[in-house]
């Protein structure tokens, strides 16, 4: 055979290659309706008001868009972290197909992207129409997962995690509920003593002895906490006896300009704090760090430091006699 003819046939060959990816690319189960540039999720301008997640084994959760933003409905409505919803919202719509790397009935079973036996089942919907359902399945590598839309045979990979999309609702709880802003404070009563703020730095108290004076840098301190204060979870709306809400390690009371008025109390148990506030009907689980921090920063030790001596004013210091004749 001469080199001419080889070259002819493999020329033949590499054509019917590429005929062949072609006819899979287009006419194989499921991907007709996909290019590389097209997303997973087809929403068709819908505004999605649910999200419903669901593990492999049983557990589940549902988060719901009200009118003033993303709640939890099984813990009463509490606020869920409206930004995290909205960016999880955002991942799944930007999510695009590329080549499927299975198609077959065995393979969902394989990837753990079936109907029965998934990592997770992401459920889009809006009002009482399913928009989107997504299974979330085994993973090929760090930060992606194996998935598949519901009603699709073709089973894709993509940068997304099932951790991406958990379960628990601690994930979802807005743990910024309670910080007060350090422009909305009018007054914080602690240990004696009622902190207003003065300006945009300073700070005046009453409530304070002879001798004693203010620590300004401890009252800013003291207003930051409060402005950056973070839950670790809700407990719920039971009063539980370990809670030592009883004889509680701090109480202080917030007033936001407007007028409202915000007592906290703060229990301390061996491992954390549980706080309760008068503007919620829950408890609030507090990490160590952030309960030690604040019982610190709230003491009368840290507020209040001994007056220091007033200096004699030069001009109204009385004149000393002169030595010596003039």
Request: proline letters at 5%; hydrophobic letters at 40%.
């Amino acid at each position: 055979m001469t080199l001419h003819k080889t070259l002819g046939y493999l020329a033949l060959l590499l054509a019917a290659q590429l005929l062949l990816a072609l006819g899979l690319q287009l006419g194989g189960p499921g991907l007709a309706a996909h290019t590389r540039d097209t997303p997973l999720l087809d929403l068709a301008g819908r505004t999605v008001d649910r999200i419903e997640l669901a593990d492999g084994e049983g557990a589940s959760l549902n988060l719901r868009k009200a009118a003033d933003g993303w709640v939890l409905p099984a813990e009463g409505d509490f606020p869920a972290d409206a930004d995290k919803v909205e960016r999880l919202l955002e991942r799944l719509q930007a999510l695009r197909p590329g080549l499927p790397v299975a198609t077959s009935d065995t393979a969902r079973e394989r990837f753990k992207v079936a109907e029965d036996a998934f990592e997770r089942r992401i459920r889009l919907a809006s009002g009482d129409d399913t928009l989107a359902i997504l299974y979330l399945g085994t993973s090929p590598g760090v930060r992606r997962s194996h998935l598949r839309r519901d009603g699709d045979d073709a089973i894709y990979s993509a940068d997304f995690a099932s951790y991406d999309a958990p379960v628990k609702a601690a994930e979802w709880e807005d743990k910024t509920l309670l910080a007060v802003s350090r422009e909305a404070i009018d007054a914080i009563e602690v240990a004696g003593l009622r902190l207003r703020p003065q300006g945009d730095t300073g700070w005046s108290a009453e409530g304070l002895a002879e001798g004693e004076a203010l620590n300004l840098e401890a009252a800013r301190s003291l207003a930051d906490k409060l402005a950056s204060l973070r839950i670790g979870a809700v407990l719920g709306r039971e009063k539980q006896a370990d809670y030592k809400l009883d004889e509680p390690a701090l109480q202080l009371r917030l007033t936001r300009k407007g007028g409202e008025r915000i007592d906290y109390q703060l229990g301390k148990r061996d491992n954390d704090y549980v706080l309760k506030v008068s503007s919620r009907d829950e408890y609030f689980r507090l990490p160590n760090y952030t309960g030690d921090a604040l019982v610190e920063a709230a003491g009368r030790d840290k507020l209040v430091t001994p007056k220091a001596d007033e200096e004699t004013d030069p001009a109204t210091e009385p004149p000393t006699e002169k030595s010596g004749a003039d």
